[in-house]
């Protein structure tokens, strides 16, 4: 099936993008087009016109900055993140995620910040940004705003930016300890996946900080609070401990869709196992 006639636009700044969207929405922005093209193709979708951002500059740049924080411009490609010097040296886990997503097409053209706004829940990339307390950067014809990585999905296919916004960076700070990502998938999306962060104090033997989410099990990855809360404050020689004991409680509180990807009961059950692997990995047992 093609999709319904369009206007196709191709402008080279992020202004003259915006004005041409409009300030009702009524354009849709276009990139690697690997989920809005194919759902156009099925009329799930129809705009009025597509406005190609590929041609403006400063957007598929990554960078640390002043402030000691990661910013990856929305445009990146996930092949273009997974071999990045910057990225590989930092953040290891968000490399090895980026070269594993979906398919080698997908991977080669499809955007991080596409994949972020389609806010498809059996997705990799807004479990791993949620745990790296990052914030979305989105510009529109009224100014720039910061949404946390966390509250960025609202529903499912939903999410905070208006339809005349465009995501144009991410941003997050430098982890400064371990940081773990796991997924089990059916096909190519992932059905549970977890990611873990943490950071050791006293010559690495207490937990500072912690911070665990659990994605694709509802519309937005969801905090394992409580074992956050657990692990805080002890050694790492406690940690498996720790979670054993604050794990079934915070496992039950979430919430879960049942659908073709596996019951509730079984997401839980993965989510658990994922986040022992996690575990695994952050203490050295794991896999690299």
Same mark, same amino acid.
């Given at each position: 099936?093609?999709?319904?006639?369009?206007?196709?636009?191709?402008?080279?700044?992020?202004?003259?993008?915006?004005?041409?969207?409009?300030?009702?929405?009524?354009?849709?922005?276009?990139?690697?087009?690997?989920?809005?093209?194919?759902?156009?193709?099925?009329?799930?979708?129809?705009?009025?016109? &597509?406005?190609?951002?590929?041609?403006?500059? %400063? =957007?598929? $740049? /990554?960078?640390?900055?002043? !402030? *000691? #924080?990661?910013?990856? @411009?929305?445009?990146?490609?996930?092949?273009?993140?997974?071999?990045?010097?910057?990225?590989?040296?930092?953040?290891?886990?968000?490399?090895?995620?980026?070269?594993?997503?979906?398919?080698?097409?997908?991977?080669?053209?499809?955007?991080?910040?596409?994949?972020?706004?389609?806010?498809?829940?059996?997705?990799?990339?807004?479990?791993?940004?949620?745990? &790296?307390?990052?914030?979305?950067?989105?510009? %529109? =014809?009224? $100014? /720039?705003?910061?949404?946390? !990585? *966390? #509250?960025?999905?609202? @529903?499912?296919?939903?999410?905070?930016?208006?339809?005349?916004?465009?995501?144009?960076?991410?941003?997050?700070?430098?982890?400064?300890?371990?940081?773990?990502?796991?997924?089990?998938?059916?096909?190519?999306?992932?059905?549970?996946?977890?990611?873990?962060?943490?950071?050791?104090?006293?010559?690495?033997?207490?937990?500072?900080?912690?911070?665990?989410?659990?994605?694709?099990?509802?519309?937005?990855?969801?905090?394992?609070?409580?074992?956050?809360?657990?692990?805080?404050?002890?050694?790492?020689?406690?940690?498996?401990?720790?979670?054993?004991?604050?794990?079934?409680?915070?496992?039950?509180?979430?919430?879960?869709?049942?659908?073709?990807?596996?019951?509730?009961?079984?997401?839980?059950?993965?989510?658990?196992?994922?986040?022992?692997?996690?575990?695994?990995?952050?203490?050295?047992?794991?896999?690299?």
């Amino acid at each position: 099936m093609l999709p319904l006639p369009f206007e196709y636009t191709r402008l080279p700044t992020i202004d003259e993008a915006l004005a041409a969207v409009g300030e009702d929405g009524e354009g849709m922005f276009y990139s690697g087009g690997t989920e809005l093209l194919l759902a156009m193709k099925m009329r799930v979708i129809h705009t009025e016109r &597509l406005v190609d951002i590929k041609g403006i500059a %400063g =957007l598929d $740049g /990554i960078m640390l900055n002043d !402030a *000691d #924080e990661i910013e990856i @411009g929305a445009r990146c490609t996930h092949n273009r993140i997974a071999g990045d010097a910057l990225i590989q040296e930092h953040v290891p886990a968000l490399s090895a995620l980026c070269a594993d997503v979906a398919n080698i097409r997908v991977r080669s053209v499809g955007t991080i910040g596409g994949n972020l706004c389609f806010g498809e829940p059996h997705a990799d990339p807004p479990t791993m940004l949620a745990v &790296l307390d990052a914030r979305l950067v989105l510009q %529109g =014809l009224g $100014g /720039i705003r910061s949404v946390p !990585a *966390d #509250e960025f999905i609202q @529903g499912e296919l939903e999410t905070v930016r208006a339809p005349n916004e465009l995501l144009t960076t991410i941003v997050f700070p430098r982890p400064s300890g371990s940081v773990t990502y796991r997924r089990f998938k059916h096909g190519e999306r992932p059905s549970v996946n977890v990611a873990m962060a943490w950071s050791l104090a006293e010559r690495n033997t207490i937990i500072a900080s912690a911070r665990i989410r659990v994605g694709a099990l509802s519309f937005r990855p969801q905090a394992l609070t409580a074992v956050e809360d657990a692990l805080r404050g002890r050694s790492i020689v406690e940690a498996r401990c720790a979670v054993a004991e604050a794990l079934p409680a915070a496992l039950d509180a979430l919430d879960v869709n049942a659908d073709r990807h596996g019951g509730a009961d079984y997401k839980r059950h993965l989510a658990g196992v994922l986040l022992q692997r996690n575990l695994d990995d952050a203490l050295g047992g794991g896999r690299s």
